[in-house]
């Protein structure tokens, strides 16, 4: 039985395609800035977010923590939306690598700019310095939700007037993209710094970008190097990521049918799917977790569980329309 991986868009395989273009990829030493294919990618995503300049970085990780750290000092406060991946899944390095501490607004990963406003501490000896907000788009647990841009730019006016810097975790931001039609530079207008990811949906084995002005990305790029983030010769690598932002993005459409088709299938086998998915997730409501993980397990089947009773299933480049009809044909055995 093939195995059927909906634990997240972060399991695809390079395609052939992909293969080909890093074998022939040109490199060079990147720390000397000499790898002419990282140069492009970094070329082509600062064109694409429309900013000054943009850094090849490891991970996703990496990409939220150097941007943290240039924005903040030790002891400040950073502002998130309730779950966001910096503060739960990035191994406590806001904490530990910058000193700061993350406060989370609103429900479900959206927030308003009231409750930026709210939340931003005075400028007293009591309080620790609120410095930093950062969105996530789209938003990994709370099921691929997109922020919306309306209220991206009302947070973005209050946090300027109070002087706040501002990034997004844009790990999925082509998904945001694809799902509303609104084009990556405009999302990323209000935002001093944006990180988004090569390898998740866009199917890249590695790989994420910062993007913003050229004097931040001068210390997100010192920043990189004090992580141990300086690459050598990862052309290959960037070939993949170029390779990715050239075929991967407009597919990225087909991932939010199968998505949709996924939940659709979940609800008639009875399970109640909540939020209704806008981009590559789905979340849905299980009883006996255990149960249904080893019963799909045994399926092979996997999906993840992201809280008590919830689900995730993921949808991605190597899931096709069969392969969700396979998928509901299994969790319907298991039902
Ligand atoms: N998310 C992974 C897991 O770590 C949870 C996933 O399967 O969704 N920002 C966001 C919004 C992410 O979802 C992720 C990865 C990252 C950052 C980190 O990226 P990597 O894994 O490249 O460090």
Not at 161 to 166: F, H, Q, S, T, V
Not at 196 to 215: I, N, Q, R, T
Not at 281 to 295: I, Q
């Amino acid at each position: 039985m093939k195995t059927l991986d909906l634990r997240s868009d972060t399991v695809t395989r390079p395609t052939p395609a992909m293969r080909d273009a890093m074998v022939v990829a040109e490199v060079g030493d990147d720390v000397y800035f000499e790898d002419p294919t990282v140069n492009r990618l970094q070329a082509v995503a600062a064109e694409l977010l429309d900013k000054q300049a943009a850094l090849f970085v490891p991970s996703g990780t990496m990409a939220n923590q150097a941007a943290i750290a240039v924005h903040t000092r030790p002891g400040d406060v950073v502002l998130a939306g309730e779950n966001a991946h910096a503060l739960l899944y990035e191994g406590g390095a806001a904490s530990a690598l910058s000193g700061v501490q993350i406060q989370t607004l609103g429900s479900g990963g959206l927030f308003d700019a009231g409750a930026v406003l709210a939340a931003i501490h005075p400028d007293e000896q009591h309080y620790a310095p609120t410095t930093l907000v950062t969105v996530e788009n789209t938003h990994n647990v709370a099921g691929g939700v997109v922020f919306p841009l309306d209220e991206i730019r009302a947070i973005a006016d209050a946090a300027r007037e109070r002087g706040l810097a501002l990034h997004m975790d844009g790990a999925r931001l082509f998904n945001a993209v694809v799902a509303t039609g609104i084009p990556a530079r405009e999302w990323a207008e209000p935002f001093d710094t944006i990180a988004f990811c090569l390898s998740k949906g866009l199917g890249a084995p590695v790989g994420s970008m910062v993007c913003g002005d050229e004097a931040t990305l001068r210390r997100v790029h010192r920043m990189r190097k004090r992580l141990g983030g300086g690459m050598r010769q990862v052309g290959m690598l960037a070939a993949a990521g170029l390779h990715a932002l050239e075929h991967h993005v407009a597919r990225l459409a087909d991932d939010h049918a199968n998505a949709t088709r996924l939940a659709a299938g979940l609800r008639e086998l009875g399970f109640r799917v909540e939020p209704e998915p806008e981009t590559n997730m789905v979340l849905f409501h299980v009883d006996d977790e255990m149960a249904f993980l080893r019963a799909t397990r045994e399926r092979d089947l996997l999906v993840n569980p992201i809280r008590a009773h919830t689900f995730r299933a993921v949808t991605h480049l190597d899931v096709s329309a069969e392969d969700v009809e396979d998928a509901l044909e299994r969790i319907g055995q298991v039902a």
